[in-house]
């Protein structure tokens, strides 16, 4: 079975959590909206691939300043070494960031979905979306109620087997789809670097999926 990959979420710029779990993890995803002033800092301490992402509020981040700063850090992230990009399908002006954002890096185009989880047909239509407006890697995150929202997004990703995809569902009832993901075929799975460090409802340590990981290795 191939090991399954998983990206813990730095949250902070505390470096010893961080650099525990360096060997646990295959990339990193630094939350520019969360760790705040001081970050390209952090990132030049990294010893493996990160992503480079900054949320908008409306989509389960913090960042509370204007959208051209926002778009500006994103950028730094690029020359500071990024070789992934989030940026959200709904950003305004992504056809002419993207090509910017590809010179250098790969681009993950998201989705995220706070209140629901989509039918299949309509989270299909997102993905198509994102490959069309140039992603790399397609990212549908959404918020289960029910435990069929977990065969939901786990179904999204085996409709795209030729692509690169993220999909799963945020809350309490969206454990299953956070640690199945990359077992059927999703390029990875976002973990906290330690509890009370989660970015997002649901997320589980890197640690503790390391070991639901080891038990299923063949």
């Given amino acids: ?24 993890i295959n990339l990193y995803e630094v939350r520019i909206d969360l760790i705040g002033d001081g ?26 300043r204007g959208e051209a700063s926002r778009i500006e ?14 940026m959200e399908l709904r950003m305004k002006n ?9 010179k250098k890096a790969k681009c ?20 198509h979306q994102q490959l069309k407006a140039g992603a790399d890697v397609c990212k549908v995150v959404t918020t289960a109620h029910r435990f069929e929202d ?10 795209f087997p030729k692509s690169k995809i993220v999909s799963f569902a945020m809350g309490p009832l969206g454990y299953v789809s956070r640690i199945l993901c990359p077992l059927v075929g999703g390029y990875f799975t976002y ?10 409802s649901g997320q589980i340590t890197v640690r503790d999926l390391r070991k639901l990981y080891e038990m299923v290795e063949l």
């Fill in 1 to 24: 079975m191939k090991r399954p990959r998983i990206c813990a979420v730095i949250v902070s710029k505390d470096l010893p959590p961080i650099e525990g779990i360096e060997p646990f």
């Fill in 39 to 64: 970050w390209p800092e952090l990132v030049r301490q990294l010893n493996k691939p990160w992503i480079g992402c900054n949320r908008l509020a409306d989509e389960g981040g913090r960042w509370e």
């Fill in 73 to 86: 850090e994103l950028l730094k992230a690029v020359e500071l070494g990024a070789e992934i990009i989030d």
């Fill in 94 to 102: 992504l056809a002419e960031i993207v090509p910017l954002i590809k």
């Fill in 108 to 127: 993950l185009l998201s989705s995220h979905e706070l209140n629901s989880t989509p039918s299949l047909s309509e989270m299909k239509e997102i993905v």
């Fill in 150 to 159: 977990n065969l939901a997004v786990l179904q999204l990703i085996a409709e």
């Fill in 191 to 200: 973990a906290s670097i330690e509890a009370g460090k989660e970015s997002a």
